[in-house]
């Protein structure tokens, strides 16, 4: 996704983020266990279901175990305007 808190909050800003299939507009909006996450990133569009928090802030590959894809790397599609 993406590096950077202030990143991630102008993606919400800008409309590119649904929370279960509702655009957000709010950065600081709650999310909870269960809840499915629509990104639309440059180039391609992720679907994330939140499995989880941490009490630290972690790695890449923490933060991996705390969301499931629901979308295979293969099946990836090209963001549509």
Not at 33 to 50: E, F, M, N
């Amino acid at each position: 996704m993406v590096k950077a808190r202030t990143s991630a909050a102008e993606l919400v800003e800008r409309g590119h983020v649904r929370i279960n299939g509702v655009r957000e507009t709010a950065p600081g909006h709650a999310v909870k266990p269960g809840d499915v996450l629509t990104i639309a990133l440059d180039r391609s569009v992720r679907v994330l279901k939140v499995i989880g928090f941490s009490e630290r802030r972690g790695d890449a590959s923490a933060a991996r175990a705390l969301y499931e894809d629901l979308q295979p790397h293969e099946d990836l599609q090209p963001r549509q305007e």
